[in-house]
């Protein structure tokens, strides 16, 4: 059997970036001529074909019985089979069409999470170009095998992963791997086996794309073997948490399900042995308060107030896929984010130009080729100083890039770093077009790792012959024996430029040397020994891509709401540090680096989260053990990204933000929320948005529970007293459903709290219900039976039928939720104000429908008999109002107090 017919030993973990060339081609059975069809063949069959395989689905039909697996949708089904027992058909079915409303909502919310692997599998690449049996061939991605050898142009998006074996100036676009911002210039020689994704540079990852250069390797990996399969099993395997708000709900509603059960049951049992009723009449009143002390709306309130956060979200350029991640938002107490595209720009900038003289400051950021130069705070124009403008033109005419203007706008097409030498030469005032044909160009070695450099060859129209050379500091200094300065050439103090590029280096920019040689007038080719010595190096420039500055403010902004925001990222670790101080993430420690995560025990890794704020050089892996550690610490996690090797963490974190323009599909369909500007300052406006969300839902639980507890103490105070109920079943749904679901979703509306931004996240495991709430919900509760009883009885004494005592009864109920709503819209501040009664229109729409509503269920000959009601004169309409009115005076007194007395300053979880 020879060389390409022997069946290849290969282990999916095998170190290819540190295995040498002989043993690389030995190990695969190949050879530089390629494989056999007929080998290729067997491979294929034995390894599967080069794609990723889909997941298990979930039906339709799964997903939308998921919805129901609630408690409190439990509850509101409980309540639907009550109603059913006793005959309420209607009230039956307007509760079985909140269910289900709600389940259809969650349904279109959350379904589209599956789609995350589909992108990661829509970005291999489709056509491969090989050699088999020695011949050039191009062939669907999907039959590549092990062995095979592929030829990488640029343009090609890289269809497995790849050992090279040659190369010519090959450089990768690698960041939606490994979030570097420019691409990755690769090499043949292999690297040391405990080296990161990043800095395999002998390797070609499936699914990033060639940019520039040519190169030829061998196939090591395919399918779910290669990085991208390894993430796209990692994110299958990462399971999603549930919000905060879902958790504290869910415990919520088994105590009070169990709560509510227990209290019938015991009153059940009360009527029975101390009050005489029969068996039959104790189950009536069981079931009455029962229905009374369900919220049958509070799940329907919670996800319709969601529903209003996201589409206030999407107004502030957030888009939110699942509805529980509005909330999730506003508990949130670090954010761990990707540095390129995220907080930067994705574009790189020539920040300084070192010549032998001065460092002149290059201002202006990104692809925007307005700005200008300074040298020591003044203003340069370029043509003060002679370095500065022959930089320039270098930097214009050693390059591959493109720019051109369309409709008034500069458009760019290359390498970033190249562009970002176009922009420095616009900026000084340099046309592209005009410079080429004033130097046309003839000749050009391009960038290659081994040279670390590019020249070009180009003649005036006088003939003489100039090279233009860009490169490594170190590269291009020993090729150079003289220095322009002031505009002269004089002889060369390498030391100095040294000292200089350190000095640029510490900052976390990238170096580039620039510098101009003399060529004979007939010389039309380049050769590397024409490069040899005898250069006059012109400057050195620092390029760095830059910090939004709408992300330097949202950080700040974070800070002061007591949330830490965490840069992870690819890239290598003094560039990280240096984004980082801009930024002012962290404490200026320095940043952790993939190695040293790898090594930590997850234990360790736990204490190294909560002081390191910057992590480099970080993997897929690494982003997701960083998210499960900071969640192991009870912290909240957003992460936020826009590259493939986000998805896992994003799926993982309790809010996962991708980026709209410049994600991938991957990081958008893993992420519960997209941030349609790539603005990570919108994540700050979304925190906002989920902070008040959340309020809202407190308000809403803290307006409706008082209403329910009302309803229960009055039906127990008739049973103690030994009278009938002053509000049947059907009376009770009435007021639930109708009316105070009505005034509740008001408070959905209610615009954000001055301090909602100044205070630090709510804890994780903090409860629906605090103390104080509790405390507030009793007393509201003893107000309305108190009122509410008082005037049954008074209108039955004063000889009215029991119909039209309940009439009362209900009509005073509803008057007490229409006058606590106006407390409800703050928790503790005061309401008796213009702001306070007026600030809201929503809250007065909703109680002049409440009003219109009580109107058609008095006065209607239809809703007197569905409802067993009766008219009510003016002296009994003004009874029902003073009484309803009382809650109002009272709660505002109590908040006065609790302000004066107990809490100066506010409390901390709902400040207004």
Known sequence: MDAKTRSPSVEATRPWHATAFDELLDTLATSQEGLTDAESRRRLEKDGPNRLPPPPRRSVLQRFAEQFNNVLIYVLMAAGGVTALLGHWIDTGVIVGVVIINAIIGFLQEGKAEKALDAVRNMLSQQAMVMRDGVRRTIPAEELVAGDIVLLTPGDRVPADIRLVRVRGLRIDEALLTGESVPVTKQVEPVAVDAVIGDRKCLAFSGTLVTYGQGLGVVVATGVQTEIGRISALLASVQTLTTPLLRQLDIFGRWLTGAILAIAGVTFMFGIALRGYTAGEMFLAAVGLSVAAIPEGLPAIITITLAIGVQRMSQRNAIVRRLPAVEALGSVTVICSDKTGTLTRNEMTVVNVLTADDEIEVLGVGYDPHGGFELSGRSLQTGEHAGLQEACKVALLCNDASGYLRDSEWHFEGDPTEVSLIVLAIKSGLDPQLLAEEYPHSDVIPF?????????????????????????????????????????????????????????????????????????????????????????MVALVGIIDPPRDEAIEAVAQCRVAGIRVKMITGDHAMTASAIAAQMAIGDGSPALTGNELESASDERLRELVMTTDVFAR???????????????????????????????????????????????????????????????????????????????????????????????????????????LPVTPAQILWVNMITAVTLALSLAFEPAERSVMQRPPRQADEPILSGFMLWRILLVALVMVTGTF???????????????????????LVMFEIFYLLNSRYTWAPVLNREGLFGNRYVLWAIGLVIFFQLLFTYTPAMQYLFRTEALDAATWLRIFIVGASVLFIVEAEKWLMRRWLQPNGPQDISQ
């Open 618 to 724: 970080a993997s897929p892996e690494h982003k997701l053990r960083l998210v499960e550690a900071l969640q192991a610490n009870g912290e909240v996690v957003s992460m936020t990204g826009d590259g493939v090797n986000d998805a896992p963490a994003l799926k993982r974190a309790d809010v996962g933000v991708a980026m709209g323009i410049k994600g991938t599909e991957a990081a958008k369909e893993a992420a519960e929320m997209v941030l349609v500007d790539d603005n990570f300052a919108s994540i700050a406006s979304a925190v906002e948005e989920g902070r008040t969300v959340y309020d809202n839902i407190r308000k809403s639980i803290l307006f409706i529970l008082p209403t329910n507890g009302g309803e229960a103490l009055t039906v127990i105070a008739a049973i103690l007293l030994g009278l009938q």
């Open 448 to 536: 290659e790792s081994e040279h670390r450099l590019m020249a070009t060859l180009h003649h005036d129209h006088a003939g003489h012959g100039f090279i233009f050379v860009k490169g490594a500091p170190e590269a291009i200094i020993a090729r150079c024996s003289h220095q322009l300065t002031e505009g002269r050439t004089t002889p060369l103090d390498p030391e100095a430029w040294h000292v200089r590029a350190e000095r640029i280096a510490a900052r976390g920019r990238r170096m580039l040397a620039l510098a101009i040689g003399d060529a004979p007038p007939d010389r039309h080719e380049l050769h590397f020994n024409d490069l040899d010595e005898g250069l006059t």
């Open 790 to 812: 008082g005037l049954y009885v008074w209108e039955l004494e004063s000889g009215a039928t029991i119909e039209g005592a309940r009439t009362v009864a209900v009509n005073t």
